[in-house]
DNA sequence: CTGTGTGCAAACTCTTTGCATAAGT
DNA sequence: ACTTATGCAAAGAGTTTGCACACAG
């Protein structure tokens, strides 16, 4: 964890962020458990456990900075919440419609093929794949 | 239109719901124009141009009385805006991030295979492919 | 008539913003 | 010192809810 911290300043760094207390404790949290899905209210109360200080407003900052900065990705799920990936390249999700939760899958198995070109003038951004699934 | 009153009149008591002048007419709109994509707000706005006076609580209600009735799809693709989509069979959407526009992808193009099972437990409701696509 | 649907306004949730204060370089 | 980030509280957007009134069967 504190071994992270230099990479992990420097990765801010590099983003043109400057390593504040807030974004290395953020940035922490992300980044040092392998992929991770939150929210910016979930990411704000485990940084409320963790004991760092930090007001909701800079956590919802600090998301969209990280994801300016593309260490971070935004998938538009449900409702109101935007939940952050910390997993950037090409994947797609499971999203359990009772507990709001986010599940990488694995894209190596899944094909996607024959899309369409994106209409004229226009550039693909992102491709989202969202399987949501329920109890039975 | 006024042809498909009857239909619609029955879509809606096959669905258990009562046809009221305010269904009947959020039901013309959405269903007489081919495929639609809307979110309330836009639908509330067709209504009171079409001269039709419905509260934007009521166009909730209704979309989401249809969405359970099967007669329509929601599609989660942004932030805090719900869209509801009349192609309630399975197909893809391009999505242009500026204009908030959803435009269908012909499903018989493309090919998603290899999904892995659901999680233990739970059954697929739905899946969303979302093509994001910007001006560039 | 009886029960379901509607309208309104207020409440709610998640997110963003403005501005004074604090921290980084 | 100079600039950028943070915290707070208030505003905003979209959506939902509660309750009295209205309409369909």
């Not at 369409?116 to 992102?126: F, L, R, S, V, Y």
């Amino acid at each position: 964890m504190t071994d992270n911290n230099d990479e992990l300043v420097d990765r801010l760094r590099d983003a043109g962020l400057r390593p504040t207390r807030q974004r290395k404790s953020l940035g922490n949290l992300l980044f040092s458990a392998g992929n991770r899905h939150v929210t910016a209210e979930r990411l704000h109360e485990e940084a409320m456990n963790a004991g760092v200080a930090v007001s909701l407003a800079t956590v919802y900052n600090t998301l969209h900075q990280f994801t300016s900065a593309g260490l971070l990705r935004e998938v538009a799920v449900e409702g109101a919440k935007t939940y952050f990936d910390t997993n950037t390249s090409q994947h797609f999700h499971f999203y359990h419609e009772g507990e709001g939760k986010l599940v990488d899958i694995p894209t190596d198995m899944v094909l996607l093929e024959n899309l369409p070109d994106a209409p004229e003038g226009t550039k693909i951004t992102q491709v989202d794949v969202t399987v949501r699934v329920k109890k039975k």
